[in-house]
Each structure stands twice: as structure tokens, then as C-alpha cells.
């Protein structure tokens, strides 16, 4: 059974027009992660949450946005899609603590199209 | 600045063959590597790990070692089958949960 379940694993949205991902797990993980890979490309963390603490990375655009109401669920706001945002975003979990508690478990991707 | 490198985007392997994956990285701070296996449209699934206190870890066809002063690992995939055809993502870790870092992953193909 999927243990980090991602919907829909297909978006496809208007430039401009707001577009929200979600991401549920099972795992009781306590960190929950937004990756963005396009293609070719090595996935890029976008920011994550430990329990309810938000870490944005630095580069991250001020146009994504994330929410993480409970421990399960988790959600990636895109408040302005461009063209450039056209990828898969993978929502990820860990258990944040050891060393062997850094071993990210994904989910199945979302894959957005921007038209 | 890649801190993880794969400098091999594609590797073409005979079935039953060796198959010997790359990965460098820069950033000494690492101290936990693990390799990820992707196919087309799915996330990646975790393989297997190491961390920067061993130099080798075996998991059944699939072993990772590590180098810490070349600060370079590989993984071995002997003997190599066909559904082991597909993208090989190297990642490393800095420990807690900052997330990992990743290179740009290897596409391995599996000729019978």
C-alpha cells in the first residue's frame, strides 16, 4: 500500500491561474517535503516542515506556498503558475531524527502542465 | 554549485553483467549517502544507504561503498536484470531534516 499519497498525479492549469497539490502519509513521519524536478534535472527541495515548523530554502519563489494542517496531510500552493513551473513535484516524508531517520520516502509525483 | 555530482547521464550494461553507478560529492559535512531508483513518471524509491562511518553496505544484488577521503561512492548492481533499467539518483544528507541533496541521476540501461 502507498505509504505518501500525492493528488492528482496529473494538473493541468492555466498561466496565472492557482493551483494546489496535495500530499497525505501514513508513515507518521514528523518532516514533510516539497521537491520540484523537471526534466533531466536533479530534484530541488522547495521547503519542508518539521511537525508544524515551516523551513522555506532560500531560493524558493515567494509564488509557492505551503500548508500543513496535521501531521498527515500536507499542501503546495502555487499562487501564479508560469510556464517555468511546468514540472513533477514530489511531496516527500522522514522521520527527522538519527541518521538513519534522514531517509526520504516519496510519493508518486504530480506531475503539473502549464498551458 | 552541484555539491552532488553524476558525471555519467547514461550507462549501458549487459544483462547479468556488473553494473557500477558513480557519484561524487563536495560538501564534507555529509555524513549519510543513499541512492534512489526512479522510473518514468514515479518518485524515486529508496535503494539503499550508507552512512559516513562505514565504507561498504550490502542489500542482496546491491552494494554501496563509500570513500570518504576521495569523498566519492558507488553502487554495484551485480547481476544486473532487466527491470533494474532505469534512472539512479545518488543523494546525500547533512543530517537532522534539512532534506537531501541530490545529483542529476544516472540513466541505467539494461541490454539482455
Known amino acids: 500500500d502507498a505509504m505518501v499519497i500525492q493528488n492528482p498525479r496529473y494538473q493541468v492549469t492555466q498561466f496565472g491561474k492557482p493551483v494546489t497539490l496535495s500530499c497525505s502519509q501514513t508513515?507518521?513521519?514528523?518532516?514533510m517535503y516539497w521537491y520540484q524536478q523537471k526534466s533531466s534535472q536533479a530534484p530541488k527541495l522547495l521547503f519542508h516542515?518539521?511537525?508544524?515548523?515551516?523551513?522555506n530554502e532560500a531560493d524558493t519563489p515567494d509564488n509557492f506556498q505551503s500548508r500543513r494542517p496535521n501531521t498527515s496531510f500536507c499542501f503546495l500552493d502555487i499562487r501564479s503558475p508560469g510556464l517555468g513551473d511546468a514540472a513533477m513535484y514530489l511531496c516527500?516524508?522522514?522521520?527527522?531524527?538519527?541518521?538513519?531517520?534522514?531517509?526520504?520516502?516519496f510519493g508518486e509525483g504530480s506531475w503539473l502542465t502549464v498551458v | 554549485d552541484q555539491q552532488v555530482k553524476q558525471n555519467s547521464p547514461s550507462l549501458s550494461v549487459q544483462e547479468g553483467r556488473i553494473s557500477i553507478l558513480n557519484c561524487d560529492y563536495t560538501n564534507s559535512m555529509f555524513d549519510y549517502f543513499l541512492w534512489y531508483k526512479k522510473y518514468p513518471a514515479e518518485g524515486p524509491t529508496f535503494l539503499i544507504s550508507?552512512?559516513?562511518?562505514?565504507d561498504k553496505n550490502e542489500d542482496g544484488r546491491f552494494t554501496v561503498f563509500l570513500n570518504k577521503s576521495a569523498k566519492h561512492l558507488s553502487l554495484h548492481i551485480v547481476p544486473s536484470q532487466p527491470g533494474d533499467s532505469a534512472v539512479y539518483f545518488c543523494?546525500?544528507?547533512?543530517?537532522?531534516?534539512?532534506?537531501?541533496?541530490f545529483g542529476k541521476g544516472t540513466h541505467l540501461i539494461i541490454q539482455p
Open positions: 516527500a516524508t522522514s522521520l527527522g531524527q538519527g541518521r538513519s531517520g534522514n531517509t526520504i520516502y
Open positions: 543523494a546525500a544528507s547533512r543530517g537532522g531534516a534539512d532534506g537531501l541533496t
Open positions: 516542515y518539521y511537525d508544524k515548523d515551516f523551513n
Open positions: 550508507i552512512s559516513s562511518i562505514k
Open positions: 508513515l507518521n513521519h514528523n518532516v
